[in-house]
């Protein structure tokens, strides 16, 4: 028999008992399950992040036509780059295009390399006073010289629909409204399509920046979950890994977390992004521990995008001051 997992499956069912505790009746579609002695180890499950970002990009147009028909207005999302990067130019392309897919309007702004930090603070500025713009992006990482958090604290935080400044940060550690950090906040969506039960089950989160790192510990925690959080000096990280019932691979090094480190049954999200579409995790080797597990890409990728479209859709509903609740 399979050693129950710490998760919970939308394809199961939850029979009650009399003394009101849950018990899992499964009857769904689970990871392989091979029995080895005593252990039990998992075929990891693919966590789809693409299916989940498109219900999500679908909910936002939808809010967004409610918007266009209410307000005769198209909302809009200002995406700021700086410098020629190839790798941000492209991300900031698939950003516009799902913003226009979704309805919006999409705001181009684009400065050149050697832009210094009050130029670009000038520019975020016009943006914040511009009512036909609901949304600022500012796309990072910002080239030298520019001090990317005094840039990130020009956005209004009705418009920080990234999550990247500190008020949004300090309402996100204290559980308040506000429009999150999209990364964690896509990872808090996927963790709750399927159904990973959160309270009282130990995290590891690897990497602590202020967009992904501490935000998803903080959201975390707010769901009553026991949270680790480690970064680049943390002692004996692979002993501290192998105790994660949910392992959150944040780190920007090409499959660092080794497939030893999971304990079986763990379920383990790859918020990384590597040249060569590799992830912070050893796929590969992580994949039959696992219980569920994020695809690189087509996991947390998606849902990052999603997340943007819908606060920004979210953002323009609040300034117009109309219900567009799901
Ligand atoms: P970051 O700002 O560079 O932070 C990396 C974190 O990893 C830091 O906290 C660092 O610790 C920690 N770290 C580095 N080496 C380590 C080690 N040997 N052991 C333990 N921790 C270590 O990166 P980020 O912006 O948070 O991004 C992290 C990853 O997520 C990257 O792969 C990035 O491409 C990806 N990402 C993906 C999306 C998406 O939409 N899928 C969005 C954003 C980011 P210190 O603080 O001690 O330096």
């Known amino acids: 028999m ?63 036509n409610r918007i266009k028909q209410e307000t005769r207005a198209t909302p809009a999302l200002a995406t700021v780059i700086v410098g020629d990067d190839p790798a941000s130019h492209t991300y900031v392309r698939m950003k516009r295009k799902r913003c226009e897919d979704a309805g ?45 958090r005094t840039a ?17 940060l300090g ?22 399509e399927y159904s990973v039960e959160l309270d009282g089950a130990h995290a590891v989160v ?36 192998r105790t994660a019932d949910i392992i959150i691979a944040a780190v920007g090094k090409p499959r660092f977390v080794k497939g030893g480190w999971v304990k079986v049954g763990a379920v383990i999200i790859d918020a990384g992004y590597n040249e060569g579409n590799i992830g912070d995790v050893d796929y590969e080797n992580a994949l039959e521990p696992a219980s569920l597990i994020t695809p690189v890409p087509g996991g947390v990728g998606p849902m990052t995008i999603a997340t943007l479209i819908d606060q920004t859709a979210q953002a323009a509903a609040q300034q117009f001051g109309i219900d567009a609740a799901d």
């Not at 511009?130 to 500012?138: C, K, M, N, R, Y």
Request: glycine share 6%; hydrophobic share 40%.
């Open 2 to 64: 399979c050693l129950r997992r710490p998760i919970r499956s939308r394809t199961e069912d939850t029979a009650y008992s009399s003394s009101g505790r849950s018990s899992l009746r499964l009857t769904g579609t689970l990871p392989a399950c091979i029995m080895l002695g005593m252990e039990t180890a998992y075929k990891g499950k693919l966590m789809d992040g693409r299916a989940l970002a498109q219900r999500v990009l679908d909910r936002a147009k939808a809010k967004v």
């Open 104 to 148: 919006m309007k999409s705001v181009r702004v684009e400065l050149p390399l050697g832009t210094t930090t009050e130029a670009l603070v000038d520019e975020i500025t016009k943006l914040a006073q511009d009512t036909s713009v609901h949304g600022i992006l500012l796309q990072h990482p910002v080239p030298a010289p520019i001090d990317k």
């Open 152 to 168: 990130f604290e020009a956005i209004p935080i009705e418009k920080d629909v990234d999550g990247v400044t500190s008020s949004t």
């Open 171 to 192: 309402r996100v550690i204290l559980g308040l409204d506000a429009f999150k950090p999209c990364t964690p906040a896509g990872i808090m969506q996927l963790l709750e």
């Open 206 to 241: 690897i990497g602590r920046s202020p967009i992904l790192g501490r935000p998803m510990a903080s959201m975390l925690i707010n769901a009553h979950t026991t949270v680790t959080l480690c970064h680049s000096r943390t002692r004996s990280l692979p002993s501290i890994v």
